[in-house]
């Protein structure tokens, strides 16, 4: 009991009937934490759960289902294997995340890590992997490896610290726009397959007039609940087919299953040549984890109040746990390849809640949708699934970034990184920009000046040849063959 009394929290706090309104309340809880790296934060004793922490935690529930999905899916394709396994191992996957990281490390050990997620923008190159002979398990050690070593040797703060406001606004403005308009498509397609597209039209209306009124009484942070119910009431009553089909159950937990011969994966342990066919692969994934993670960051420090640097989190860390979570998992026979959880902290920072308890509930909400399995019909159905994303990620990234875009120096600099992007990809787009940007071309000449040469020229020019020479091996420019034969056939 003593314990409980003597920790900074406890000391700090004050109770709910203190403030005047719940904001107020919510932030002062941000302020009074005091969360300690690497040892035990105790639940009631180093921070509390509030009714606010069941929406991110719903939220990443939803999108874990479903890019853990998306993951697995575009490497069962091209190796032949069922949507059974997909199902089987995304439920194993959830296991993973839930019982060894995030209630362990997010909720536990670290509070400043965020949680261990999915690498959405490596999706469209899975397809690829695969072609270039590439295995689950030897990309998966490869990232984990890498990452780690970014991580310890604090590479990621370092790239943060070189990103300026208007490189980053821009990177926001971007992946918020492309994913929302690709949401929006998606849900079109999905509607117009059974020749009702006009329930798309009225689900995405309505979720429009919902957010807006929901920004107008500042309750913004209910637009993911609220909005994924609406769409799932809407789409229903106008005849959208929906039914419960995966039944309760427990994956197989056996690693020599997934990773057998004939069962699983179906292709056994890797080789040498498993390994050196995903090397480039590997390094352009963690290449992406720093704009990644830089955009949580930063989104975190828009949305909470001043005095809260002790609860943001901590790029470095959140590599750490993301490159251990990532070779446990593939290890063990997850599909998975793991990021910075998007969906949990985004929805986090809109509600003014630290990461702990949330990471706790989406612990939790995750065992269940993975042992029930109707949850999981539930989350994948496309109104609950596009309207979660839109108003839980897309569009707050787009508010982001337009804040952090507002002087005229930093809109140089944002223009530069869209276009960029837009040309290649976001990768190539940020760390294009940070070369032109520290250089003084564009943005603010002055900022570049106090960076000294390491960082003006020395480390950015290094991470875009590096990044420009693995994208070019691997023929990631368009119009621009690869100059690895071995990946001409397959580009």
């Not at 999706?123 to 590439?134: H, R």
């Not at 600099?413 to 190539?428: C, E, G, Q, R, W």
Request: aromatic share 10%; proline share 7%; glycine share 10%.
């Amino acid at each position: 009991m003593a314990d409980v009394k003597n920790s900074a929290y406890q000391r700090n706090r004050k109770p709910r009937h203190l403030f005047s309104s719940r904001a107020d309340y919510l932030e002062h809880e941000l302020q009074a934490m005091a969360p300690k790296r690497w040892r035990p934060n105790l639940p009631f004793v180093d921070y509390r759960f509030e009714w606010e922490d069941l929406v991110p935690a719903t939220a990443a529930t939803i999108g874990k289902i479903v890019m853990v999905a998306a993951i697995v899916a575009a490497f069962a394709g091209p190796l032949g294997l069922s949507d059974a396994f997909v199902i089987a191992n995304v439920r194993f996957e959830m296991l993973i995340a839930a019982v060894f990281f995030v209630i362990l490390f997010s909720g536990f050990l670290n509070p400043n890590a965020n949680l261990a997620g999915t690498h959405g923008p490596l999706i469209p190159l899975i397809p690829l992997i695969v072609a270039a002979g590439g295995h689950p398990m030897a990309l998966g050690i490869m990232i984990g490896v890498l990452g780690f070593i970014l991580g310890i040797t604090k590479g990621g703060s370092l790239l943060a610290k070189l990103t300026s406001n208007g490189v980053c606004g821009g990177l926001l403005l971007y992946l918020g726009f492309i994913g929302l308009m690709a949401q929006i498509k998606n849900l079109f397609s999905w509607a117009n397959g059974f020749d009702m597209g006009y329930i798309a039209f009225v689900v995405i209306l309505s979720v429009i007039i919902l957010y807006a009124y929901l920004e107008h009484i500042q309750k913004r942070w209910l637009a993911i609940p609220l909005g994924s119910g609406l769409a799932a009431i809407i789409a229903y009553t106008l005849g959208a087919p929906f039914a419960f089909s995966t039944e309760p159950g427990i994956p197989n937990l056996n690693p020599a299953y997934w990773w057998g011969d004939e069962t699983g994966w179906q292709l056994g342990l890797p080789e040498l040549s498993h390994f050196l066919a995903v090397a480039p692969f590997a390094v352009l994934a963690v290449a992406m984890w720093s704009p990644d993670f830089l955009g949580h960051r930063v989104f975190q420090q828009l949305n909470y109040p001043p005095k809260t640097d002790k609860v943001l989190m901590n790029i470095d860390d959140t590599m750490c746990v993301a490159a251990s979570r990532q070779v446990v998992g593939s290890v063990l026979g997850g599909g998975n390849i793991a990021s910075s959880w998007g969906t949990y902290i985004i929805p986090a920072s809109i509600a003014k809640r630290p990461i702990p308890a949330g990471a706790v509930l989406t612990g939790v909400f995750c065992i269940i949708a993975a042992l029930w399995g109707y949850p999981m019909d539930l989350a994948v159905w496309p109104p609950v699934l596009t309207v979660a994303l839109m108003v839980g990620v897309f569009i707050p990234l787009l508010e982001a970034g337009m804040q952090m875009t507002r002087e005229g120096k930093t809109t140089q600099s944002a223009a530069i990184v869209i276009f960029s992007s837009a040309l290649v990809n976001p990768v190539f787009g940020w760390s294009l920009t940070v070369l032109l940007d520290n250089l003084g071309i564009i943005g603010c000449k002055e900022r570049g000046k106090t960076l000294g040469h390491v960082g003006r020229w020395i480390v950015p020019g290094i991470v875009f040849l590096v990044l420009c020479t693995v994208m070019a091996a691997i023929g990631m420019f368009p119009g621009v063959p690869a100059f690895l034969p071995s990946f001409r056939a397959i580009v």
